[in-house]
């Protein structure tokens, strides 16, 4: 259970997901936030899901008030959408914001797969193929959460030896959002196969040094991984988003 600051009113004994939350510094809301995050980004709660207050209060074992800033930080990411006279929903990308937020990451991560292939040293490219690898054992596994925290590694990993810091703040203020496309993507049959080829084309070209290749192999990577998504998620996309590129 978490503690409440003294003078808060006691909740109810959360239940076997209050462990979750680490007794750490920062603020309580922060803590409630990061674990309703979590659980969004792995689909534990799926996109539509209403989000009670009163079985939060009683799950997490928090104040009324920390939920309730939680969700509106979570609402400020586009994670959490409020409905009146309904409340709180795990938010349901539109079509439009969906291909948007795809065709950012097309553009910008097929520059930094660029970037990488232009100016990273060669400790950055092994470390970039130790990440494949990993990607491509969980993919094998067909582990999807594995192959999920793997993909996040080896992205990591790849911005670091592109070494653009407005790609890197652009895309970790998208993170969330991308976190959940990414992990609905691979929830399509075949796509962590798919993914994994996709991915060691990038690879391949940036062994090359072929800047170009790579990144037109990231942006193509992308891009599929939106049609699984939109597959998965039931939409379509508006057709001026620029994903059937």
């Known amino acids: 259970m978490v503690s409440e600051p003294e003078g808060t009113p006691a909740a109810a004994p959360a239940s076997d997901l209050s462990g979750q939350v680490e007794r750490v510094a920062a603020p309580l809301r922060e803590q409630v936030s990061d674990l309703l995050r979590r ?16 079985e939060l209060i009683e799950r997490i074992g928090v104040s009324r008030t ?12 586009g994670l959490v959408t409020t409905i009146p006279q309904k409340g709180a929903i795990v938010a349901i990308p539109s079509p439009k914001e969906a291909a948007e937020v795809y065709e950012v990451r097309a553009l910008l991560e097929g520059l930094a797969a660029s970037e990488f292939a232009a100016n990273a040293d060669e400790p950055q490219v092994a470390a970039l ?23 996040n590694h080896f992205y990591t990993v790849l911005f670091d030896g592109a070494d653009n810091a407005t790609i890197r703040a652009i895309l970790e203020g998208l993170q969330a959002r991308v976190a959940v496309l990414r992990a ?24 090359r040094r072929d800047g170009a290749a790579a990144a037109e192999a990231a942006a193509f990577h992308v891009r599929q991984a939106a049609q699984a998504a939109f597959g998965q998620l039931g939409l379509a996309p508006d057709g001026d988003g620029g994903l059937d590129a």
Not at 69 to 74: G, H, K, P, S, Y
Request: overall charge negative.
């Open 39 to 54: 659980e969004i980004v792995s689909m534990r709660l799926q996109p539509g899901q209403r989000l009670v207050e009163r």
């Open 66 to 77: 920390t939920v309730r800033e939680a969700l509106r930080e979570l609402a400020a990411e």
């Open 184 to 207: 609905t993507s691979l929830t399509a049959t075949d796509r962590p196969r798919q993914s994994v080829r996709e991915i060691r084309e990038i690879v391949e070209a940036i062994e």
């Open 129 to 151: 193929l130790d990440a494949f690898a990993s990607v491509e054992q969980t993919g094998a596994a067909g582990d999807a959460r594995g192959l999920l925290q793997a993909k």
